[in-house]
């Protein structure tokens, strides 16, 4: 018992763990993840319905999207970018290795005749001949993939672009991090029972830490706070 508390309250490497699939991907999580995602005032999983509009809106006009232009979103979750923009009739392709948010995305396209290619698959993998005038990758996903990872999905979207396409995506700046506190709290089914259907103890701790990146004399801090359930780990960025 005691081994198993220093276990989940031990400082991990920056990016030791990439538990994204699971926290997407499972049974129970990926049902609360779907419900965050459709809250249209919650800014979890996706941000809030209204700024959603606002930046789509944002983003048609300044990327000129429309019945000419191909757009992908890698983790599109359940298509609420990926929608929006394929009403303009550009040609939309989303990805994600959620099969409950694809599924639901590819409902929600059917039901609006809305044509949208949808990948049910890990973006690190993703291969396709297709090229496209704009990528986006939308609520931080980057910042929560290792530096190797960033630079493998860098070199995808290098290749992806035509030439003169758009990456869009946004990422944490230094003030969030700066803002941010390292903690260590448990909570009986914390977050409301997120985590599981059983009942659970839920250890969230967070831990700042900094690394060096290779190509920068910058150090370049990273916020990676760790939440672990029994048999679960998940680090955030
Ligand atoms: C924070 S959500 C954002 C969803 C969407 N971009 C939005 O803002 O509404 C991250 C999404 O990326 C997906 N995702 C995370 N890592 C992935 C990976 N390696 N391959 C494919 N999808 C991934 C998750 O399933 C989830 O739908």
Redesign the pocket.
């Known amino acids: 018992m005691f081994d198993e508390l220093e276990k989940i309250n031990a400082k991990p490497k920056p990016f030791e763990f990439y538990t ?2 699971e926290l ?2 499972d049974e129970h999580t990926s049902a609360q ?1 779907l419900q965050f ?1 459709l809250n249209e005032s919650l800014d979890l ?3 809030n319905h209204a700024f ?1 509009n606002r930046s789509v809106e944002w983003i048609i006009s300044r990327f000129n999207i429309g019945p000419d232009k191909s757009v992908a ?5 359940p298509g ?2 990926t929608t929006r923009l394929a009403k303009t009739g550009a040609d939309v392709t989303g ?4 099969p409950r ?1 694809i599924e639901y995305a590819k409902t929600t396209a059917a039901e609006q005749n809305l044509h949208i290619t949808y990948i049910n ?4 993998e993703f291969e396709t001949d297709k090229r496209f005038d704009l990528i986006i ?5 980057f910042c ?1 993939l290792s530096p190797q990872q960033r630079t493998l999905l860098l070199n995808k979207y290098r290749t992806f672009l035509k030439p003169g396409g758009v990456l869009l995506m946004d990422v944490h700046s230094l003030n969030i991090f700066n803002e941010k506190e390292e903690s260590a709290t448990y909570e009986l089914n914390q977050l409301n029972g997120f985590w599981s259907a059983d009942k659970y103890y839920g250890f969230v701790n967070s831990f700042k830490g900094t690394s060096k990146n290779s190509n920068s004399t910058m150090p370049m801090p990273r916020f990676y706070p760790v939440t672990v359930v029994p048999g679960f780990c998940f680090p955030h960025f």
Do not use: E, K, P, V
Request: aromatic share 18%; hydrophobic share 45%.
């Open positions: 994204a699939a997407w991907t993840m995602h999983s996706s941000r959603i979103d890698f983790g599109c979750g609420l970018y990805i994600d290795f959620s948010s698959q890990n973006y690190l990758m939308i609520f931080c996903d929560a």
